[in-house]
């Protein structure tokens, strides 16, 4: 079986107005939220054991009727923070399905991740050039590495990328952790010092792919599950106007198709 929990946190300040009053998973995208889009997609996979962290407008997230983990310290910490809230989900009674608020997602993209052996595994679109083109106008400005070896392990994520020749996939913000792992996943998080640094940021605002990039480092197999196309992520205002313009000339569907 398999356990989801949503970051759902931050305060979204790239979209606001829209998060001045709402957490990030309420904004809609053609016509339905992000955390309405997730769960059916997770449903349909048979994940009704769904979790929320939540943060930033908490109590508009009650009538979800989801169970939840509160992470008060939302405005002075990052994801891997946010994510220890839920450090009971992680017992190793079940995988554990990790997904940030904002992002959606198709079946197929979901059913890589699931299938994905190991004692992590991470959603990669291989695809992500034609989406990060519409989003921006300099792909580059915003792609992070994706090293992958030839056993579809990554090697490296989540860092600053000098071309996009060198750059396998991008990282999406979804990955899973195998029950078998699930105690041992926040040990080294809970080993660092109060004070310690990793890749450049303090403990409490470490991003979520130098945490994975941290596993790696420490010889941890981290499994590429890739697919091509079927996702968005909604980061800012601008986000959802290109995604709309693009849903009004028919060409969104190519990249995520909203009625899937």
């Not at 399905?97 to 699931?114: E, K, N, T, W």
């Not at 980061?235 to 995520?256: E, F, M, P």
């Amino acid at each position: 079986m398999t356990r989801a929990v949503i970051l759902a946190a931050g305060e979204g300040t790239r979209l606001r107005p829209l998060t001045d009053q709402l957490p990030k998973v309420l904004v809609p995208l053609a016509s339905r939220t992000l955390l309405e889009r997730q769960r059916s997609v997770l449903a349909r996979a048979g994940i009704h054991d769904v979790h929320l962290v939540t943060g930033h407008a908490a109590d508009r997230l009650a009538a979800s009727g989801l169970p939840s983990f509160h992470n008060p310290r939302f405005a002075t910490t990052n994801m891997v923070a946010s994510l220890l809230c839920a450090q009971p989900l992680f017992d190793g009674g079940d995988d554990v399905l990790v997904a940030y608020g904002d992002i959606v997602y198709q079946p197929h993209v979901l059913a890589a991740v699931l299938a994905a052996a190991g004692p992590l595994a991470v959603a990669v679109d291989q695809g992500w050039q034609r989406l990060w083109a519409l989003r921006m106008d300099d792909p580059l400005a915003d792609a992070e590495s994706m090293r992958i070896d030839d056993t579809g392990h990554i090697l490296e994520l989540g860092r600053r990328a000098s071309d996009v020749a060198s750059i396998q996939g991008q990282y999406i913000g979804l990955f899973k952790v195998a029950r078998s792992f699930a105690p041992q996943f926040f040990q080294p998080l809970l080993d660092m010092a109060p004070d310690a640094v990793l890749e450049g940021r303090p403990r409490d605002r470490i991003f979520m792919t130098a945490y994975l990039q941290h596993h790696i480092d420490r010889g941890v197999p981290v499994r590429a599950a890739c697919f091509r196309h079927g996702w968005l992520e909604i980061d800012s205002l601008d986000d959802l106007q290109r995604y709309q313009q693009a849903l009004q000339q028919g060409t969104l569907a190519g990249l995520y198709d909203p009625q899937a």
